[in-house]
């Protein structure tokens, strides 16, 4: 990666910045990787696997060169397998459990399912079928990873299904969120593909609530499943917020993902707020696309910290630095209204709170200030409210209230999964791979209502 | 250090790792360099009337990603004319004049042909004639090779015939192709050879091509069997010298053949009965240079044993094999899973499970983790899961010496007194 | 699958009948496993009794086979 510091950026070294990082596994290494895999028989890495893909199944096929029926395997427990092989924090679930941990290193499970994935999206090639027609309609608000899964396996078990996707684009956060270096959008769009070509119908530019009324949806469906995941960033709640070059951090993914590289940030001194992996993914964006220097700042420490701690060794072999124990105060303009500095007060652990981690209290006159010209905002993510009360559903505080055997919303009809429900909390990050999990077995729920 | 040097039936060689007869010792340029790098002594690619070989020769099996575990060829002997050979031959024995060269012999079985070469080639100096009865492709269909080695009167004749006139010593090398390997050796033996040498190549179709569904390999879409070596045929080379080497009336020095790849493997064969060894597939597979590490393995080993010499090696186990009839049925042998080693793959259980004696557990520790326990009661005591076992030292085979020997063949001769009806005998 | 319970059962008949006095006079082994001859001889060396057991697991026929070979060791 080239850096503002190093070099001269040019918009061919942006563009080249944000490539995916890491590199597919070479045919060979592939195969001698999976000629290590033990093959264990109820094995730990499928257990930990959330979507309980046969690890050591798909390992095998690698091995023996039936890329076909790897792929099938990953991809009938996990619909967007081959996003989860590149975003899913593996060392935390299936490569963490792999009994070679113990004796010598865990079988790069990740890389081998991206392998395998990659095969299926090099070949058109159909993997799976429609069920035969039930004749019972399912809408699905909301197209990201919860409501694709549940809706490829709705469509295996025969019913019609509809997805209402607010964007442009269906796949969610997958297409729009995940910065590109890890997953380049093709691969969430292909997935997208892959639902559609078993005859989901995916209309666009749709956002119930706005362009068709949650009423309609009870009325023309016999279930509606909701997935439309979490909102926007929320304020700090601090002055100066609206100045130019303040940021929502997930916005500022996703106009990476979706505009032609800006040139904008070379040069430029950036804060991010927040230390989650989203804050991660903004503060690597920043360096990515040029700034000079990329500080993130947290209210807490290192250990309170809740991005991967792969995520964080990445951020630092990026350049970014961390400010532990900062919180701002007030973003202070210059007469054009652009940011020119950032105020902040030093805090201190103080009494644990709920969450059992130590709550962060400012120290007295402690307050400083910081030159910087852009700040990201990378504090969580807001809920639909509004949409959630149109359904007329309960909730608290925008987190669904749901029956977790029957995935049945407040009311009978409507069902919810992904972020919607489990979304993100201060405890720790939603996944893309709970999400398809939780679309998975709402399908089921779903099926299981209406066949009856 | 201890001294490396053996000598098979008076051939003195500084270290028993030898070049097999086969493509590395096919020249003067290539026993030179493997002598330099190493190696004790060559047997010198097989000479008789130069042939003319195939292209596409050799094929190999990969198993489980590890290349050439097993390696198959359908070359024949060699395709120069005797006199460049024998010329080569006295130009490196005169260079390496402590390291043996054996020439290998293979020509029609009639004995004027027989006489004729082993005139030759004595006169220009070796150690001593390999008689080649064994390469089972190519030759044999031209009555060489494994065609004779096959029937014991003509080993016995043709050894005799060299032997009418050979002064140095006759080895003669023996075919796997056969029902009973001892009964060509004891024909060998009888005919007056020297020593044995064993294994030669075993008969093999190496694959099919499941794309063009031509055989591996294939000339011009058309292929013929050829001869096995390497890793995967050793415990079938092993079996063979050990029945030579146990068998009474076949008491000639063996060269033992046959996928050895590294010290290891050399000293099972020399424990097993032989005082040198010949290798062939390892040296094809990594070059001569890996000697290196056979020769510093075995003198390690020695050393560590308080041997002087390798040649303390040689049998030292043929004694403790036997026909199965004298194995002790009261000797019990059962597994135990040590719990701190053990990674939790469960491949011990489900082989058990599903192919054995269905006697591991799988259990629930006070804090609810997962462990495995044999019910040793149960354990016939078949070695499978620590076969599969990944790693080292999870799975102990725990002897139970027995108070009673009985043999099969003891519990026989009993049971003959015990037929029913007959008089009491305990 | 619990073989080994097979053998103990069957051990134990064995040790019981060598435990009253019986004597393994003939063996009859076939398809089915093993017939076991158990006599009971009194002093004036008569046959008093015939017990004939069926042994079917290996350890056991092997077992009782060894008790004999045990006898004829010692008396080597
Ligand atoms: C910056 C960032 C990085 C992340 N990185 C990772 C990672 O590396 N690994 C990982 O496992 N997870 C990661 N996550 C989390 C992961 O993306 C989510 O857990 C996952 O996408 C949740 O899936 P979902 O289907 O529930 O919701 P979403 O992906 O949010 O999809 C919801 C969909 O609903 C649509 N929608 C919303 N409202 C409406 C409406 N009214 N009408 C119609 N459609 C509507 C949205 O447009 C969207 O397409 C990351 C999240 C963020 C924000
Ligand atoms: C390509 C090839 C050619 C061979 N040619 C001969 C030969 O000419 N004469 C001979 O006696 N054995 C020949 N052999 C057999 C080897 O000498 C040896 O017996 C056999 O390969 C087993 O040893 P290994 O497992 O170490 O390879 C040949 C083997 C190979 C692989
Ligand atoms: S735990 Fe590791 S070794 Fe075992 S099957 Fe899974 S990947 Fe393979």
Redo the contacts between chains.
């Keep these: 990666m080239k850096s503002a510091e190093s070099e001269q950026l040019t918009a061919v070294d942006l563009k080249r910045n944000f490539f995916e990082v890491k590199e597919d596994m070479k045919p060979k290494e592939a195969?001698?990787e999976?000629?290590r895999c033990?093959?264990?028989?109820?094995?730990?890495c499928m257990n930990a696997c959330p979507t309980g893909i046969d690890v050591p199944s798909f390992i095998k096929k690698i091995?023996t060169g039936n890329l076909k029926g790897s792929a099938r395997d990953i991809l009938d427990a996990n619909p967007v397998g081959a996003t989860c092989s590149r975003v899913c924090p593996t060392s935390e679930l299936c490569e963490g459990a792999c009994?070679?941990n113990?004796?010598s290193m865990p079988i790069r499970i990740g890389d081998l399912q991206r392998h395998a994935t990659n095969w299926a999206m090099e070949h058109e090639v159909d993997l799976f079928e429609p069920g035969v027609p039930k004749n019972t309609k399912v809408a699905i608000v909301g197209g990201g990873p919860a409501g694709l899964s549940a809706a490829r396996e709705l469509r295996r078990l025969g019913h019609e299904v509809t997805i209402f996707e607010a964007k442009e684009k269906a796949g969610g956060l997958d297409t729009y969120g995940i910065v590109s270096f890890r997953l380049p959008q093709s691969v969430s769009l292909w997935e997208v593909e892959q639902v559609e070509k078993l005859g989901v119908d995916i209309r666009t530019n749709c956002t119930v609530g706005k362009d068709i009324s949650p009423e309609t949806l009870k009325n023309d469906f016999d279930a509606v499943l909701v997935t439309v995941g979490m909102g926007q960033v929320p304020k700090l709640g601090i002055e100066g917020e609206d100045l130019t070059g303040v940021y929502d951090a997930i916005q500022f993914v996703e106009n990476t993902k979706t505009k032609a590289l800006t040139e904008q940030f070379i040069g430029k001194r950036a804060v991010v707020i927040g230390a989650g992996n989203t804050a991660i993914d903004a503060a690597t964006c920043l360096i990515r696309s040029g700034a000079r220097n990329v500080k993130i700042i947290y209210r807490r420490t290192e250990e309170e910290m809740t991005a991967y701690p792969f995520e964080f060794e990445f951020a630092k072999q990026d350049g970014v630095e961390f400010r532990w124990l900062t919180q701002p105060t007030k973003i202070i303009g210059d007469e054009s209204g652009h940011v020119r500095q950032l105020e902040c007060v030093q805090m201190m652990l103080g009494q644990p709170d709920q969450s059992g981690r130590r709550r962060p209290v400012p120290i007295e006159d402690s307050s400083f200030l910081m030159d910087v010209d852009i700040v990201v905002r990378a504090i969580g993510q807001s809920r639909h409210l509004d949409l959630l009360n149109a359904f007329g559903l309960n909730h608290d505080s925008g987190v669904l209230q749901l029956n977790a055997d029957t995935y049945q919303t407040s009311s009978a009809q409507i069902f919810a999964a992904g972020d919607v429900v489990y979304g993100s909390t201060e405890y720790g990050d939603a996944m893309v791979v709970s999400a398809a999990e939780q679309g998975k077995r709402a399908a089921y729920a779903i099926d299981k209502k209406l066949s009856c | 250090m201890a001294d490396l040097s053996v000598n098979l039936a008076g051939i003195k060689s500084p270290n028993p790792f030898w070049l097999a007869s086969a493509p590395p010792t096919n020249s003067g340029y290539q026993v030179q360099r493997a002598f330099e790098a190493g190696w004790g002594g060559a047997v010198w690619k097989t000479l008789g009337d130069p042939v003319i070989n195939v292209s596409s020769r050799f094929s190999a099996s990969t198993f489980?990603?590890?290349k050439v575990a097993g390696f198959n060829n359908i070359e024949l002997i060699t395709d120069r004319p005797l006199e460049v050979n024998l010329k080569e031959i006295y130009e490196t024995k005169k260079k390496f004049p402590n390291h043996a060269i054996v020439a290998s012999l293979m020509v029609e079985p009639k004995q004027e042909k027989w006489h004729e070469i082993v005139k030759k080639v004595e006169a220009i100096g070796v150690d001593g004639l390999e008689l080649n009865f064994g390469c089972p492709h190519g030759m044999a269909e031209r009555g060489m090779g494994s065609a004779s080695g096959q029937v014991p009167e003509l080993v016995e004749k043709q050894t005799h015939w060299v032997k009418e006139v050979a002064e140095t010593p006759v080895i003669v090398k023996l075919t796997p192709n056969i029902t009973d390997v001892t009964a060509t050796a004891y024909a060998a033996v009888q005919g007056g050879a020297d020593s044995i040498s064993l294994i030669n190549t075993i008969n093999s179709l190496m694959g099919v091509d499941i794309h063009s569904w031509n055989t591996i390999p294939h000339v011009s879409g058309k292929g013929t069997h050829g001869g096995y070596c390497g890793p995967a045929v050793k415990p079938i080379a092993l079996n063979m010298v050990a029945e030579c080497a146990r068998h009474p009336e076949i008491n000639v020095p063996i060269s033992g053949i046959g996928g050895i790849s590294n010290w290891q493997d050399a000293i099972e064969f020399m424990l097993m009965g032989s005082t040198n060894v010949q290798v062939c597939t390892a040296a094809m597979h990594h070059g001569f240079r890996i000697v290196e590490d056979m020769i510093d393995g075995l003198n390690n080993y020695l050393d560590e044993k308080g041997l002087a010499r390798a040649m303390d090696l040689v049998g030292q186990t043929v004694s403790k094999y036997q026909n199965w009839g004298d194995l002790d049925?009261?000797y019990k042998v059962a597994a135990r899973i040590n719990p701190d080693k053990c990674?939790?793959?469960?491949?011990c259980?489900?082989s058990c499970e599903d192919t054995s004696?269905?006697c591991i557990d799988r259990l629930l520790d006070a804090n609810g983790k997962s462990y495995l326990k044999v019910?040793e009661?149960?354990c016939?005591g078949c070695n499978l899961c620590s076969i599969v076992c990944?790693?080292d030292g999870a799975i102990d085979m725990i002897e139970y010496p027995s108070?009673?020997e009985?043999t099969w063949n003891?519990?026989q001769s009993?049971?003959g007194k015990?037929?029913?009806?007959?008089e009491?005998?305990? | 699958?619990?073989?080994?319970q097979l053998f103990m059962e069957e051990k134990e008949r064995i040790d019981n009948l060598v435990e009253q006095g019986y004597?393994?006079?003939?063996?009859?082994?076939n398809l089915s496993g093993a017939?076991v001859?158990f006599?009971y001889?009194d002093h004036d060396n008569r046959n008093v009794e015939t017990q004939i057991l069926h042994v079917l697991s290996a350890d056991a026929r092997?077992y009782f086979?060894?008790?004999?070979?045990?006898?004829?060791?010692r008396f080597d």
């Design positions: 195969i001698d999976a000629n033990l093959y264990c028989y109820d094995a730990p091995a009994v070679l113990d004796v | 489980n990603g590890q049925l009261n990674i939790n793959c469960n491949k259980y489900i004696h269905q019910r009661d149960d016939v990944p790693v108070e009673v009985m003891e519990r009993l049971l015990m037929t029913i009806g007959e009491t005998v305990s | 699958m619990h073989e080994h004597k393994i006079t003939g063996i009859e082994e017939y001859h006599d001889i092997k086979t060894t008790l004999l070979v045990a006898k004829e060791k």
